[in-house]
């Protein structure tokens, strides 16, 4: 069982990727071609991030941040 579920994720993730290239290139097409960026995250306590323009960067961070925060209150409500 396990592994079907392995399976079904690869699958999905594989899924997502594909549409979110195709919906960023369509997307591109209907805004004139340009497309902003941003990739981030934490390594440990420190961020990092990259991105097209300041105000991608900002929301990548804030979005971040509130996922691992809710993710560490999630883990601590959890073990106690």
């Known amino acids: ?9 690869f699958v999905l993730l594989f899924v997502a990727i594909i ?3 195709v919906g960023s290139v369509l997307g591109a097409e209907k805004s ?3 497309v902003e960026w941003s990739v981030g995250g934490f390594i440990g306590p420190i961020p990092f991030g990259w991105a097209s323009s300041p105000e991608m960067l900002k929301w990548t ?3 971040t941040t509130i996922v691992l925060v809710a993710f560490v ?4 409500l959890k073990l106690s």
């Open 61 to 63: 961070m804030a979005i």
């Open 73 to 76: 209150l999630i883990l601590f």
């Open 19 to 21: 549409l979110i290239l």
């Open 32 to 34: 004139g071609g340009k």
């Open 1 to 9: 069982m396990s592994q079907e579920l392995v399976l079904i994720g």
